[in-house]
């Protein structure tokens, strides 16, 4: 299937805490996992990704870890702030080509002051 | 170095008419994606091409839909006969080869069908 399902579909968190979104998804062959922040009325941007060689990957305030055996991958934000409000989404590769994804359906971040 | 350019930004068409959404890839790419974003949803992967061919159409409808990426000027995506369904955000990205895995989005055709 080409299914990533992604978890919780809304999120709201005090400012200074913690945030953690989850995704697993259902192709095998997916071996790359980029997540991407989307302001209202915005593009979607990049924010961190991993390839499937690698378990965890960080990049100051925000961390992706990926179990390829259970095929989850969850997206790790720490010490929030209202700027981090938005819907995040997840994705995986079809297939060997990296630029053709499955996107799960968003997660929508409110980081509350 | 300009980004991936999208226009129109916003379209208004009524239904049965047809609809034409370009992209400017990113300066050296030469890789193509469609994607297109229902409200409130993920976005879903309609076509990749590369200059003058169509790899993957897998994920664009068989009938009324078309998208060409030609030798010189942008893609396009093309909607005939559209239909209130069509309403979307139609995302365009590009990347330099097959092998590059970041995606760069441009801003989006906001397509509003009457």
């Known amino acids: 299937g080409e299914n990533v399902e992604q978890h919780p579909s809304t999120l709201s968190v005090q400012e200074g805490d913690s945030a953690v979104i989850k995704c697993t998804y259902s192709?095998?062959?997916?071996?790359?996992f980029p997540w991407y922040k989307q302001e209202l009325g915005k593009r979607p941007q990049l924010i961190i990704d991993?390839?499937?060689?690698?378990g965890e990957k960080k990049d100051q305030r925000i961390a992706v870890t990926l179990n390829k055996t259970a095929k989850h991958f969850s997206l790790h934000i720490t010490e929030t702030q209202p700027e981090d409000s938005a819907v995040y989404f997840c994705?995986?590769?079809?297939?060997?080509?990296?630029?053709?994804?499955?996107f799960g359906r968003g997660t929508q971040l409110t980081v509350w002051p | 170095n300009a980004g991936v350019m999208q226009n129109p930004r916003h379209l208004v068409r009524r239904r049965g008419q047809e609809a034409r959404l370009r992209c400017s890839p990113m300066?050296?790419?030469?890789?193509v994606y469609w994607y297109r974003q229902l409200p409130e949803e993920g976005l879903k992967f309609m076509v990749y091409?590369?200059?003058?061919?169509?790899?993957?159409e897998s994920g664009m409808p068989k009938e009324r839909f078309s998208a060409e990426f030609p030798k010189e000027g942008p893609s396009i995506l093309r909607i005939q006969q559209v239909v209130r369904g069509d309403s979307a955000a139609y995302f365009c990205?590009?990347?330099?080869?097959?092998?590059?895995?970041?995606?760069?989005f441009g801003s989006g055709t906001q397509l509003s069908v009457l």
């Open positions: 990205a590009s990347s330099p080869d097959v092998n590059s895995e970041k995606l760069f």
């Open positions: 192709d095998s062959a997916s071996n790359y």
């Open positions: 991993i390839r499937s060689n690698v």
């Open positions: 994705a995986a590769n079809r297939g060997s080509t990296l630029g053709r994804l499955y």
């Open positions: 300066k050296g790419h030469s890789h």
């Open positions: 091409l590369q200059k003058e061919n169509i790899i993957d």
